[in-house]
Structure formats: C-alpha cells, structure tokens
C-alpha cells in the first residue's frame, strides 16, 4: 500500500537499539549487511551458522537505522554507504581474509566494497539482490515511481510494507505482521526486531540510484560471487540475480534459487539451506 503524508517527525529519537553485532571466532571474518530500512537482527540465523563453522561475524547497523523515519529518509546512498565502509576497514586491520555477505540494498552495498577493496574482499554472497522492484508483492502503481523520484514528493511518498513481507514462513510472518498491521508512521517500538513498518520512497530513489552505479561497475568486480535468492521472490525477481551474473566480470560465479522461500530468504523456511550454501561456498577461500 503507498501512504502519503506531509507530517515531519522532529523528535530526537535515542530509544531504539543498536542492533548491529560481533560474534568473535577465527581469522576469517564474514562482514554482513542488512538491508535497507532493516535491521542487524535479520541476520541473526545466518551469523550463527557462520560463527558455528569458526568465521568471526560482524554485522554494523547501516547510518540512520536507529533513529526517526523523517532522518533515514533523508540518508544518501553514499552515507549508508560509507557507515558500512568505516566498519569494514576497522576489520581490515585484524583480519586479512574477509568475506561479505548481504541482503537486498546490503547485497549491492557489498559489491561495492568488492569494487573499491578487490584485494581485501576474498567472496562475495548476495542474497535477493535489489536493482529491480519487480516481484510480485509490489504495488501495481510502482511504474509511477520515477515521476516522483524527481520531485520533493519522495519524501512525503511511502511504501506500507504489505503482506507477505518478504517471509513465506506463517509463525515468523504473523510476529512480524502484529506489529506491521498496527503501527503507525512514526512506531518505532519494534523497528530493531522487525525493521521500519514503511520504507520512504525517497529510499526507493537511493536503492535505485545505487543499483545505477553498481550496473555501471559490474564488468570490473571480480570477485568471486555467489546469488542466492527465492524463485517466487515477492520483492525482487530472480531477474535480479540473472543480471548480476550475466554482467560480472568474476569468474567464479553462481545464481541458486530457493523453491519454498520469499525475500528474506536468510530467516525463512529454507534459512538452513541458505547458511549451508554460504558456507560451502566460503570455505573454499577460508585460510
């Protein structure tokens, strides 16, 4: 459902968590990205899994993802961004071989840490990469997107996150729905467990300026990368993942698809498959 509203939300918000973490383990790190309007929490199942086979995990909360909707909206592509590369190479002097991982807006963001560290970055992992909003679940009007996208309209513009909400799994889904169904615009009680009930179309506009420049620099990352994501996503299609793949310059490459699973596919029902494909493709390059 799209939403329009002019009200601002001024206050200082310091109430929500900072959800991003570590989990300490070998000399190998997995650095992963949430995504965007999201939260470090979504990826708790994956982290584990990684901890479990000895991988050192960090996951920073991108800029801006603690405070008001009114201050994440105005957040730059660049400044998500650079809160994720100041994390990176704050790792980079402890541990030689890092890996990275994301999910959507996170999966681009990692492959421009592959781009601009081809030396540090050893493997690339991409869950449901995000340059289309072409999955089934979008509203009909999205087409409509780019008029606004040039207007100050793209503040005041809303994307109501809807039913099925990235996640097949029922139990997982009806949490997630309690609180999404009954929050308002400016809710913020659960937005570190669950992530923000509305994503800003002026965030639109920056996962589409940045899926712009990543499209731009694919031929150059050569960087081993592996695509994961659902066949029925409802966010972003496979077409997604396929695009990637056909305009990378890595050699080693591969596009899975997930049969029983939507676009969170790091906490729904094939979670364990996931984490297992990541791992086996990983180890390869673990030291």
């Not at 994440?72 to 190479?89: G, I, M, P």
């Not at 002097?93 to 991982?101: G, K, L, M, S």
């Not at 731009?216 to 695009?243: E, F, G, H, M, R």
């Amino acid at each position: 459902m799209i939403i329009f509203s002019t009200k601002e939300d001024s206050r200082l918000i310091t109430g929500i968590p900072n959800t991003g973490f570590f989990l300490p383990g070998d000399k190998n790190l997995c650095l992963l990205i949430h995504g965007l309007t999201g939260t470090a929490k979504e990826m708790g199942s994956i982290a584990q899994n990684l901890n479990k086979r000895g991988f050192s995990v960090a996951c920073p909360l991108m800029a801006n993802h603690d405070k008001s909707i009114s201050c994440l909206k105005r957040t730059t592509w660049e400044e998500l961004y650079n809160s994720v590369r100041d994390a990176f190479t704050k790792y980079t002097q402890d541990y030689e071989n890092i890996f990275v991982a994301g999910l959507s807006f996170g999966a681009l963001i990692g492959i421009l840490l592959a781009h601009e560290f081809p030396h540090k970055v050893k493997a690339l992992n991409c869950f449901s990469p995000t340059l289309f909003f072409d999955g089934w679940a979008n509203p009909k009007l999205r087409f409509l997107l780019p008029l606004v996208y040039k207007t100050p309209l793209q503040y005041y513009f809303y994307l109501k996150e809807g039913y099925p909400y990235g996640i097949k799994n029922q139990r997982l889904r009806s949490r997630i729905e309690s609180f999404y169904k009954k929050s308002d615009l400016f809710d913020y009680t659960k937005v570190h467990l669950y992530g923000y009930p509305v994503i800003p179309v002026s965030s639109m506009r920056q996962n589409h300026l940045l899926a712009k420049y990543v499209m731009k620099i694919l031929p150059a990352v050569t960087t081993p990368i592996q695509l994961l994501q659902a066949k029925d996503d409802d966010v972003t299609s496979p077409k997604n993942s396929y695009y990637i793949y056909n305009h990378i310059g890595s050699k080693d490459k591969e596009v899975a698809l997930f049969e029983d699973s939507y676009h969170i596919i790091i906490a729904d029902q094939e979670r364990d498959k996931v984490a297992a494909k990541t791992l086996a493709f990983f180890e390869k390059y673990k030291v």
